[in-house]
Structures are given as C-alpha cells and as structure tokens.
DNA sequence: TCCTTTCTTGAATGTTCATTCAAGATACTC
DNA sequence: GAGTATCTTGAATGAACATTCAAGAAAGGA
C-alpha cells in the first residue's frame, strides 16, 4: 500500500492557472509538468490524459468559484450592496492583470467550442448555473424591495451575466482601472434601475 | 514572368473562418489547406508562414469589418437609428450559428494574449479604432439632439462595445434568438438613455 | 527487517504538425 | 515558338507533442 502523494486540489488549481494564460491547446505536458510538478506518469494515472485534466480543472474551478460567490453574499448585508461588491471584485481580477485574469469556463467554451461538444456542453452549463444564481439574487432583492417587483429576475441575470462577460474582454485590451470600475459602475446602475 | 493565380482577398476569408471556427492553434496546415484550396508552398511563399496568414487575415478582417460598419450609417437616417440596425445586425450574426460567429480580433486576442505582443498589440489597436469609430456616432448623436450634451461618448462607446462583447459571449452559451435580442434591446436603451 | 503493493520517474514511442524544397506546370516575353 | 521567370505542387523533413511503459522508489503490513 501507498498513497498518493500530490495534493489533488493543488495540483487541479496549478493546472488551471496554466490553462488560463496559455490556453489547452498551447499548453504543453511540459508546461502541466512545470506548473504542478507532476511528471507525464502521475497525469496520466490520475486523469487519464490531458483533455481529462483539463475536465477535472473545469469541475474544480466550478467548486471553487461557487464557494468564493457565496462568500460575496452575507446575509447581514443587503443583496444589492454585496451584488455590487461582487462586481467590483470581478473589475479587481481584471485589474491585477496575472494569468488568472480570464474565466476558465469562457475560456474553454471559446477554444473547443465546435470540436468538443462535452466540453461545450459543460462549460455552457456551469455558465447557466451562474447565471441561476444571479437570478436566484435578484429575486432576493425583490423580497428586499431594493429593485421593482415586475422585473423579470431571469433578464436582469442575462443582463448583468453579459455585462461580466464584457467587462472581462474589455479588460484585456483596456487594464486601466479607472476605465473599468466606470463601466462597472454603469452596469450596476442600469441592472438596478 | 507569371502572376499569381490565387485571389488573395478570397484566400483570406477563407483562412479568416477557418481561424475564427477553429482558433488559430487547432487550424492545421491541412485545415488551411482545405479551406483556402491552396497548397503548403503557396501560403508559405505568399504568407512566409501560418502567423504571417493570422497577420494577414487580421488586416483583411479590419478592412472588411471596416466597410461593412460604414454602410450601416447611410447619413439619410439617424445615427441612433442606424446604431440600432447595427446592433441588430450583431445578434443575427450570432444567431446564424455558423463558424463566422465570432469576432476574428477578440478571438485572436484571447487565444495568443500572454505569448505574441505583436498580436496583442494589432488586435488591440483594431478594437480601439473601431471603439473611436463608436465614439464618432455617439458625438454625433449629440449634433442630432438624439443623446444629451452632457454624456460622455468615449464613455457611451465603451460601454456599448462591452455590450458587444458580452452579447457575443453570451451568444455561445444561449444562441436564442428572443433572448439576444431582449439583452440588445436592453442594451440600446441603457446606452441612450 | 523484509516483502508486497502502489506510486513516481523520465526516457522511449509514435503521431501530428509546420515548414521546406526540388520537380513540374504555366504564363509571359522576345 | 522557344526560353525564362515565376508560380504550384505535394512528398520529404525535422521538430514538438501527447502518450506509454518499464524500472526505480517509497510506504505500509507482517
């Protein structure tokens, strides 16, 4: 007997760090092993290969993005303040312009698009859950009072799910954080409205 | 002396959707060759190589996306009408799920961010001039008593072109029609306002 | 302490790919 | 119509890559 010795989490976290900034198809075993410090061997046992790599770091990024969501939402706060909060976070990623910058989920969804339909299909989903969330948040702020009961919840999550989305490909050709936190602050005034 | 048979402008739409469908490191030479009917040797003797064609698709893309714009503003109607045709003409490319979808620039932008400068630097560039483009109409927009005199139109056009970003992205997820064109409704009237 | 099981290692493998190049084809010039 | 310059062709090349595998290392059980 003899157990495994990397830190399953850590090594998936690594592995999505190095998918973000170079993309899966530009990122070489080489790059995996630099950045998790697992040789081909241990990638190949644990995850079958590279796409299944690329999977397991999809499913991660979903978990880890969910319980860093939820952490935005307190309920001593109202929701509308901790929705605010949560988008000047998303300004702030965009602006500590690492590698971490872009969405793994979007990312993916971009480069395997027509070539990997389960790819597709998982990254489309993590984004509709999202996307519930939002909604499930504005229909809080109904109960709130903080925004007008005949909005429709699921509208204003597509609205404020395509202004991140947005955001996100501004940031990469504009960094400047003025810029950015302008056009954040507009969105939440127009979502809110 | 002899002159070159292939049509160049022809040659580079079809490298354009082959990149645009595929992504530039997923387009193989032999993709390329499918795509554009010409051989190995002619794009490497036109081209000098397949980032030469990128470049080179780049450039025609500009100039056709740059037309196309223009002929969106015919000076008979308003601005603002026409920056409503052309936001509409946005969501119906979406919606014709072919691979001429995406945006070659953004595309380009997010695929080759971190590793080639030079790309970075043209698609970058390209963006901010058709942003100006935007800011030009808003500006005139002003002239037209269609939006106040007090907004900004650098502002107005960046948040427009976040919008279009956004729409595009949440376009890979959600191709319906009726929601797209909800959220660009949404979007034209926020931008008005 | 030794044995067995499991994990780790990294060189070897075979494939795919961008790129090259020499032979062949074609159009233009004189 | 012959000669030449240029373009086209597609097989050959070599590099880079994902993947495999057999040898070595380490941990737990007896």
Redesign the interface.
């Known amino acids: 007997m003899r157990n495994a010795e990397f830190d399953r989490e850590k090594v998936l976290r690594s592995a999505m760090n190095a998918f973000m ?3 899966f ?2 990122t070489s075993m080489q790059d995996i092993k630099k950045a998790t410090g697992l040789h081909p061997g241990s990638i190949y046992c644990a995850f079958e290969n590279k796409r299944g790599l690329l999977l397991a770091a999809l499913e991660q990024y979903r978990l880890d993005k969910e319980t860093e969501f939820k952490q935005f939402f307190p309920t001593n706060k109202s929701v509308t303040d901790n929705l605010k909060t949560y988008l000047e976070s998303v300004v702030t990623e965009c602006i500590s312009c690492d ?1 971490t910058q ?1 969405c793994l989920m ?2 993916s ?3 395997t ?3 990997d339909l389960e790819i597709q299909k998982i ?2 989903d993590n ?2 859950r999202f996307q519930q969330a939002l909604a499930d948040k504005f229909e809080q702020a109904k109960k709130e009072n903080s925004i007008a009961l005949e909005k429709n919840s699921e ?1 204003l999550a ?2 404020f ?7 996100r ?2 940031a ?3 960094p400047e954080p003025i ?1 950015l936190k ?2 954040a602050e ?2 939440y005034q ?1 979502v809110l409205r």
Not at 161 to 167: D, H, K, S, V
């Open positions: 900034s170079k993309g198809a530009n590698n872009a979007t990312k969804l971009n480069e698009a027509e070539q990254t489309s984004l509709a509208h597509r609205y799910l395509m202004g991140i989305y947005g955001l490909t501004f990469q050709t504009h810029v302008q056009l507009q969105l127009d």
